[in-house]
């Protein structure tokens, strides 16, 4: 992804974290965003000594929390079907759009996280599902610290180490934040 395409997105984000007032408020201030692309076979099936995939999946996640415990997710899916010979049949894509605000427990959770795996120093380039080898995956993990400073880490099947525990602990909680926002209307 490239800088002018993370910026357009994170753009899109703020605007849609903002309420339609008369009067714009202060933009609010992200402490970390989470964009990952997730896509794979789902159920590998050899049959007469060839092996296909029977089920796709391609997910798409964009979650960001803000300083005030605010929270915004984007979330996209598609599965698609082998319903026979030939290529896979393009399932149908769903999206969700979740935002609200993440109560003190998740909150805490995610800064002790976020200490655990003194976010300020991590570098990334390490693979944080080493046992899922079916499915290709790359994680940008943005963290923002005051006056917009931020650190940038990409993390992806390809990664050449497993990341820490503590990293994919970090990755869980933000995963979990995500979908347990209430749906926007």
């Not at 984000?13 to 402490?31: E, S």
């Not at 803000?66 to 894509?93: C, H, I, M, S, Y």
């Not at 693979?127 to 995956?137: A, G, L, V």
Request: net charge positive; charged share 15%; with cysteine.
């Amino acid at each position: 992804m490239t800088a002018s395409r993370r910026l357009l997105s994170f753009a899109a984000l703020l605007a849609a974290a903002v309420p339609a007032l008369g009067a714009q408020p202060a933009p609010p201030q992200p402490l970390i965003r989470l964009h990952l692309i997730d896509s794979g076979c789902a159920d590998f099936v050899v049959d007469f000594g060839a092996a296909y995939c029977r089920r796709a999946i391609f997910l798409e996640r964009d979650i960001t929390v803000f300083r005030d415990a605010k929270g915004l997710a984007l979330l996209t899916n598609q599965e698609n079907v082998d319903d026979g010979p030939g290529p896979l049949g393009a399932g149908p894509a769903t999206a969700e759009v979740r935002r609200g605000t993440i109560p003190p427990g998740r909150m805490a959770a995610l800064h002790a996280a976020l200490a655990s795996v003194k976010i300020g120093t991590q570098r990334g380039g390490c693979n944080p599902r080493p046992f899922q080898q079916r499915f290709d995956f790359h994680y940008e993990l943005v963290w923002y610290g005051q006056n917009f400073r931020h650190n940038v880490f990409s993390l992806s099947s390809q990664g050449p180490g497993i990341c820490s525990p503590e990293l994919r602990g970090l990755l869980q909680t933000l995963a979990e934040i995500g979908v347990s926002l209430p749906l926007a209307p």
